[in-house]
């Protein structure tokens, strides 16, 4: 079952039979047997189901809590017929009727279980943290073994919803009233994100902050329902790569957040693109997860483009760092590093002293504009380096005679014509090189992909597909990059992307 399905319920159980009751036997005597069944007693502070409130005739409670167990979900809980009838909602409660989420149906609940917080011990069924999320009161408009029709009236919550079954213990929850907060935007769920150009430090720089730039790769996260995706520049979902940055979504439960940020492998107190290298290209989920354990990744934070229902793009930078703030985003995995407004040349010298790539200057009242490149950020380095294009190769000589000696490379132009820009011998591993050479093979061609001045003639081309970064110490004014040093392969630009820089 798909948890953001869009059917409505009754397409969904069309020509379904259902039965009685789902998850315990209706005949059974005691309401709460699988409860307590799943249960120590004297192993978990949850309370045994034995008290007995009396409730004024018509009263309906309602709890919704937080659940940090194995995976985060939360575990929403009705008053009916003596006990709590249950729900884990993996996504959370839908706060809009354009998505409906996955419930699925568990054991009944004592009424006890309406005030319940704390922890669950390790080893015990649900280990780990439940907190009191939302709770209330709700009318109840239909109360059936497949269809559960309510209106709440909690703190978070309020509004008409329907519970469906579907299939087995599997539900859905769909919000039938609109969104409680009628200027709501959905979240988006693709953003391009905005550029820097390069250039000097800004003259005027009280009118800018300033930023470390990372060496990384550029990801933006859409955080909902408790999960996280992260998408790379060409919009690439690559959250498969780096699990050890999940528990974002946890550190932001019940929130929905789109941050722009970087993934930066640190060795030592500097990030390093080419230690970043192992993981971006690693296909093996074994290895993935090694890596993950022995040798994390972190993300930087640098912006807050979506919050909550609202839109931020449209809000000055200083407003959107403002917001970032609040959210105190700092865990083993990430965090968000503090700006600095005004005194740029301060920052770029204590970059340069600690061999880091440089700054990144953004005007306080710039807005976000998403896959732009624009005058209101740029880029101060320390270290010239760029995203380059391989056209071609050279055969090498010596020790590596017969294989690949030099990476051919260009960048595009203005109009996205592709100039030669040199050749890049250096700081490849003998892996690389045995990687590299699998990898232009089938890309081969007969002509040239370059425009204009070309490269040696001994150059074997290759179709313009795949974008390294290199290092380099300056650019000719025949737009040559002098001494580049090959830094690794990406596959979060695309060719048409890259410009210098």
Same mark, same amino acid.
């Given at each position: 079952m798909?948890?953001?399905?869009t059917r409505t319920p009754a397409a969904l159980t069309a020509g379904r039979s259902l039965p009685a009751r789902i998850g315990y036997d209706s005949s059974m005597a005691d309401r709460l047997e699988r409860y307590?069944?799943?249960r120590d007693p004297g192993a978990t502070p949850e309370p045994a189901g034995d008290a007995h409130a009396a409730l004024p005739e018509g009263t309906r409670r309602f709890v919704v809590q937080e659940h940090h167990a194995r995976r985060l979900h939360w575990d929403l809980r009705l008053e009916h017929d003596g006990v709590l009838a249950s729900w884990a909602v993996p996504r959370g409660i839908p706060p809009g009727p354009e998505r409906n989420h996955l419930a699925v149906r568990t054991e009944d609940h004592p009424l006890e279980y309406l005030d319940f917080h704390g922890e669950i011990p390790a080893g015990q069924y649900g280990a780990g943290t439940m907190a009191i999320w939302d709770r209330g009161t709700y009318e109840e408009h239909k109360f059936r073994d497949d269809e559960v029709m309510i209106t709440f009236h909690g703190e978070r919550v309020r509004g008409r919803y329907v519970l469906f079954r579907t299939k087995g213990d599997d539900w859905m929850i769909h919000r039938m009233d609109p969104p409680e907060d009628p200027e709501r935007e959905p979240m988006p769920e693709e953003l391009a994100p905005m550029l820097a150009r390069t250039g000097p430090l800004p003259p005027d720089d009280g009118r800018w902050a300033f930023e470390i730039k990372w060496d990384g790769v550029r990801a933006i996260a859409f955080v909902q329902g408790g999960r996280l995706i992260l998408k790379a520049r060409s919009g690439r979902d690559i959250t498969p790569r780096y699990p050890e940055l999940r528990p974002i979504a946890a550190a932001l439960a019940g929130r929905e957040? @789109?941050? &722009? /940020?970087?993934?930066?492998?640190?060795d030592g107190a500097r990030p390093s693109f080419q230690k970043l290298q192992s993981r971006m290209h690693l296909t093996s989920e074994h290895a993935v997860r090694r890596l993950a354990r022995e040798d994390p990744v972190s993300y930087i934070v640098f912006d807050l483009l979506y919050l909550d229902g609202r839109s931020l793009l449209d809000?000055?930078?200083?407003?959107?760092?403002?917001?970032?703030?609040?959210?105190?985003?700092?865990?083993?995995?990430?965090?968000?590093?503090?700006?600095? @407004?005004? &005194? /740029?040349?301060?920052?770029?010298?204590?970059?340069?002293a600690q061999q880091l790539e440089g700054v990144i200057a953004k005007r306080l009242d710039c807005p976000y504009l998403p896959g732009r490149r624009t005058q209101g950020w740029v880029k101060v380095k320390n270290i010239c380096s760029s995203d380059v294009v391989v056209g071609g190769w050279l055969p090498g000589e010596g020790n590596r005679a017969g294989r690949l000696g030099a990476l051919v490379i260009g960048i595009p132009d203005d109009d996205g014509v592709l100039r030669y820009a040199g050749r890049v011998g250096t700081g490849f591993t003998e892996a690389e090189l045995v990687r590299l050479g699998s990898l232009l093979e089938p890309l081969a061609r007969v002509?040239?992909?370059?425009?204009?001045?070309?490269?040696?003639?001994?150059?074997?081309?290759?179709?313009?597909?795949l974008v390294a970064r290199v290092d380099y110490n300056e650019r000719t004014q025949a737009g040559t990059l002098r001494q580049p040093s090959y830094k690794g392969l990406r596959d979060d630009v695309a060719p048409a992307d890259v410009r210098l820089g």
């Open positions: 798909v948890a953001n399905d307590r069944g799943k957040v @789109v941050l &722009d /940020g970087e993934v930066v492998a640190f809000l000055r930078y200083d407003e959107r760092r403002a917001k970032l703030a609040e959210l105190e985003l700092s865990g083993p995995t990430w965090q968000a590093p503090a700006h600095h @407004v005004g &005194d /740029g040349a301060a920052l770029l010298e204590a970059t340069r002509d040239s992909p370059f425009s204009g001045r070309q490269p040696p003639k001994l150059t074997r081309f290759v179709e313009p597909q």
